[in-house]
């Protein structure tokens, strides 16, 4: 049995899409269903058993779960702009705590999901080197959570025992339900091929022009295939970047969207909430060194073509 924590979320229910169609079923999702839209995730997938995160919690405690093959915990509250310090320190870090140290007392695989938020700024580079973990400035409490777990793990000798994967930009199919926290590409999909329009944030940092902030943008296909490829080698522990390794600009999201509608490229650039202003990253770009290292030798897919790929899915609907 797997256990997979998050599992119809945006990159859980992909990647137990994955886990299928490797013709593998036996998966206890946990997750939180919350809304009416996340449970559509679901649909059209094969799992054994479904627990709300909190019964889940309670039978680890008292320990009444059965032992899993391996762990894969990708739950957590991934909003930035929640204030709560408190929810995210207990959703994120504590629970974070209390399996993988049931995953240690088990002798059982733990792989967990950290963030691309950790780097903050990049005032020390986006390097998965343990070494500069330390001095990571996260700029909002969503990362500072994922930090301060990644930290526990490192002051208590736990790396080696563990996987981590600091997502960067992920997009694509079973996001939908995410509301404002969707990519840029899924809010904008109906604005830009119905009214050939798109909007992106002003940019506030004189050395980087509006629209032309890069990210790190790497496509939900791509990254659970690295996940398998982490699950199927559990020898492989330690903190993993999981991002396509190259750096693209927002201005460049919106002519690929263009490019696929067919239409002239029209981009409207508008003010950012100022609750994002002082935590808002104009650069990311994962170093992938070690992830090469490991073994993994597939080709991330270009923008241009994931960005095809993807808009497909959003013109009738489709959810993988």
């Not at 490991?294 to 923008?303: I, Q, S, V």
């Amino acid at each position: 049995m797997i256990i997979l924590t998050g599992g119809a979320g945006f990159i859980g229910s992909c990647f137990l899409w994955k886990l299928n169609l490797e013709g593998i079923e036996d998966v206890l999702v946990v997750d939180h269903l919350e809304n009416d839209k996340k449970w559509k995730n679901l649909t059209g997938k094969t799992y054994y058993d479904y627990m709300q995160k909190d019964d889940f919690l309670d039978s680890v405690i008292m320990r009444k779960m059965p032992k899993p093959q391996i762990i894969v915990h990708l739950g957590a509250c991934s909003s930035t702009t929640i204030t709560d310090a408190s929810y995210y320190i207990k959703n994120n870090y504590d629970y974070s705590k209390i399996l993988a140290l049931w995953a240690f007392e088990l002798g059982v695989p733990f792989i967990y999901a950290s963030s691309a938020a950790t780097y903050g700024r990049g005032e020390y580079g986006y390097d998965d080197d343990i070494s500069k973990m330390k001095k990571l400035l996260p700029l909002n409490i969503y990362g500072f959570s994922k930090h301060m777990f990644d930290l526990w793990l490192l002051n208590n000798n736990h790396l080696n025992n563990v996987t981590g994967i600091k997502f960067f930009n992920v997009f694509g199919p079973n996001e939908y339900h995410k509301g404002d926290m969707r990519s840029v590409i899924c809010k904008n999909y109906s604005a830009v091929f119905d009214d050939g329009l798109i909007k992106l944030f002003k940019s506030y940092d004189k050395n980087w022009a509006n629209g032309e902030q890069a990210r790190d943008f790497v496509y939900i296909k791509d990254v659970v295939d690295v996940m398998y490829f982490l699950l199927m080698n559990p020898s492989k522990t330690g903190i993993f970047n999981l991002g396509s390794g190259k750096s693209r600009t927002w201005n460049d999201v919106a002519e690929s969207m263009f490019a696929v509608a067919g239409k002239r490229r029209n981009v409207e650039y508008i003010e950012m909430p100022d609750c994002l202003k002082l935590k808002y990253q104009y650069f990311t770009q994962a170093r992938i060194d070690r992830l090469m290292d490991a073994g993994y030798t597939n080709p991330f897919m270009k923008l241009e073509d994931s960005i095809k790929d993807y808009c497909a899915y959003l013109k009738d609907k489709s959810y993988l």
